[in-house]
């Protein structure tokens, strides 16, 4: 009965890892390709993969009705953008349940498996070959936006994929090799997509993962020789780079160099904007907030539907000070976790400080937590490092008892 239980649960939690690579492949076709057949598709499979989540995360909380404060915080911050996107008239099916509920419920779905289950060897092998599906899809994306074909901005961008899928690459992938592979495909692909804030966290992220890697995992003799090695390497890499960038004219560092002077591509701007039409509103929408992503559907900054390109910004102006208050206290909750895997010298703390990076530079600049789309893959690996690293305690706790019942 015991192993039949298990079975089911590897194979449920799977399908959902599955259903994330269908999901996954059919959004990066759709924006190199807008037709209704794929965006029907694509929609129904984000809808098939929310109810399956719905299903398993019921049948888990049936079973073990305890709530840690963690995923307390979590449930409570959905269930308020629930109630207020409602009361404002904004609870837009299906959009707004899809981005909701989806990344949420994968991080306590997989947080949940992981505290009794190890991870299926199976969704290792599927992660490989989901990110070189990744990266052959984002080819297209990257001739499209340089040709300037349709809207430029969004078809580049879910070539963040590239970014938000390497933690769970790192994660799942035992091999080095490879890992430094995904790594370098990945930072080119972003130079070539001329996605500045891609590009930063792409080379700095790779910086922040090799130099905590040796700190976790070599010995002490090692240890300067690997950072010398990198070092040297990175410096190297800088100057291929500068020089690809001279001859092949893609103004990779022309857009770096421009980044204080343009105002991030007018963000500033907007952000402006939407600040102002925050400060005017009635207490009542400063404090509980005006719904479901209200900046793209009712504000619409200078005339055109589009979000604030700073997800703190969204949601501030959603969800109002409660909201972004409640959402604050989840990510210092994960912050708190990266600092104790840190000090503890865990394995998967490089991985962690990685997706931190990817918080702060996407959060701050782009669509991260108010869509369930790039952050679909953070969610995952946020859920699989929890869940292991409550395991972890509890084995921990359990052989300081045996040691001090003998």
């Given at each position: 009965?015991?192993?039949?239980?298990?079975?089911?649960?590897?194979?449920?939690?799977?399908?959902?890892?599955?259903?994330?690579?269908?999901?996954?492949?059919?959004?990066?076709?759709?924006?190199?390709?807008?037709?209704?057949?794929?965006?029907?598709?694509?929609?129904?499979?984000?809808?098939?993969?929310?109810?399956?989540?719905?299903?398993?995360?019921?049948?888990?909380?049936?079973?073990?009705?305890?709530?840690?404060?963690?995923?307390?915080?979590?449930?409570?911050?959905?269930?308020?953008?629930?109630?207020?996107?409602?009361?404002?008239?904004?609870?837009?099916?299906?959009?707004?349940?899809?981005?909701?509920?989806?990344?949420?419920?994968?991080?306590?779905?997989?947080?949940?498996?992981?505290?009794?289950?190890?991870?299926?060897k199976?969704?290792?092998?599927?992660?490989?070959?989901?990110?070189?599906?990744?990266?052959?899809?984002?080819?297209?994306?990257?001739?499209?936006?340089?040709?300037?074909?349709?809207?430029?901005?969004?078809?580049?961008?879910?070539?963040?994929?590239?970014?938000?899928f390497?933690?769970?690459?790192?994660?799942?992938?035992?091999?080095?090799?490879?890992?430094?592979r995904?790594?370098?495909?990945?930072?080119?692909?972003?130079?070539?997509?001329?996605?500045?804030?891609?590009?930063?966290?792409?080379?700095?992220?790779?910086?922040?993962?090799?130099?905590?890697?040796?700190?976790?995992?070599?010995?002490?003799?090692?240890?300067?020789?690997?950072?010398?090695?990198?070092?040297?390497?990175?410096?190297?890499?800088?100057?291929?780079?500068?020089?690809?960038?001279?001859?092949?004219?893609?103004?990779?560092?022309?857009?770096?160099?421009?980044?204080?002077?343009?105002?991030?591509?007018?963000?500033?701007y907007?952000?402006?904007y939407?600040?102002?039409?925050?400060?005017?509103?009635?207490?009542?929408?400063?404090?509980?907030?005006?719904?479901?992503?209200?900046?793209?559907?009712?504000?619409?900054?200078?005339?055109?539907?589009?979000?604030?390109?700073?997800?703190?910004?969204?949601?501030?102006?959603?969800?109002?000070?409660?909201?972004?208050s409640?959402?604050?206290?989840?990510?210092?909750?994960?912050?708190?976790?990266?600092?104790?895997a840190?000090?503890?010298?865990?394995y998967?703390?490089?991985?962690?400080?990685?997706?931190?990076?990817?918080?702060?530079?996407?959060?701050?600049?782009?669509?991260?937590?108010?869509?369930?789309?790039?952050?679909?893959?953070?969610?995952?690996?946020?859920?699989?490092?929890?869940?292991?690293?409550?395991?972890?305690?509890?084995?921990?706790?359990?052989?300081?008892?045996?040691?001090?019942?003998?």
């Amino acid at each position: 009965m015991l192993k039949m239980r298990i079975k089911f649960k590897t194979q449920s939690i799977t399908l959902i890892y599955y259903m994330v690579f269908i999901v996954t492949a059919l959004g990066m076709l759709y924006k190199y390709a807008p037709l209704g057949i794929l965006r029907r598709g694509y929609i129904a499979c984000r809808l098939l993969l929310l109810t399956l989540l719905c299903i398993h995360w019921i049948m888990n909380f049936a079973k073990n009705t305890k709530l840690y404060k963690d995923n307390l915080i979590l449930i409570v911050f959905v269930c308020y953008e629930l109630i207020i996107s409602k009361i404002r008239g904004l609870l837009i099916f299906p959009d707004a349940y899809i981005d909701i509920l989806t990344w949420p419920l994968l991080y306590l779905c997989f947080k949940n498996f992981m505290r009794r289950y190890k991870l299926p060897k199976r969704i290792g092998k599927t992660t490989r070959m989901m990110m070189i599906m990744i990266f052959l899809l984002s080819i297209p994306l990257i001739i499209k936006h340089r040709l300037g074909d349709g809207n430029v901005g969004g078809v580049v961008f879910y070539v963040y994929y590239c970014i938000t899928f390497l933690p769970m690459v790192l994660y799942t992938v035992e091999d080095s090799k490879t890992k430094n592979r995904m790594f370098l495909i990945t930072i080119l692909l972003l130079m070539l997509s001329t996605k500045r804030s891609g590009t930063v966290v792409a080379v700095i992220g790779y910086v922040i993962y090799l130099f905590n890697d040796v700190r976790v995992r070599e010995n002490i003799r090692n240890k300067g020789r690997k950072y010398l090695r990198y070092i040297f390497v990175m410096i190297l890499a800088v100057f291929m780079l500068y020089a690809m960038d001279r001859v092949f004219s893609f103004a990779i560092f022309e857009r770096l160099r421009a980044l204080s002077s343009d105002q991030g591509s007018g963000r500033e701007y907007i952000w402006a904007y939407i600040l102002n039409a925050f400060h005017q509103a009635d207490t009542n929408i400063r404090y509980f907030g005006h719904g479901f992503q209200a900046v793209y559907y009712r504000l619409k900054p200078f005339g055109v539907d589009r979000l604030a390109h700073n997800s703190y910004l969204e949601f501030l102006y959603d969800y109002g000070y409660i909201g972004l208050s409640i959402f604050i206290m989840f990510l210092i909750g994960m912050v708190r976790k990266a600092i104790s895997a840190f000090k503890n010298r865990d394995y998967k703390t490089p991985i962690m400080l990685y997706t931190l990076l990817i918080c702060v530079v996407f959060g701050y600049t782009s669509y991260l937590f108010e869509e369930s789309a790039i952050m679909v893959p953070i969610a995952i690996f946020w859920g699989c490092f929890d869940g292991e690293q409550y395991k972890s305690k509890n084995n921990l706790i359990a052989e300081l008892f045996i040691e001090a019942s003998s």
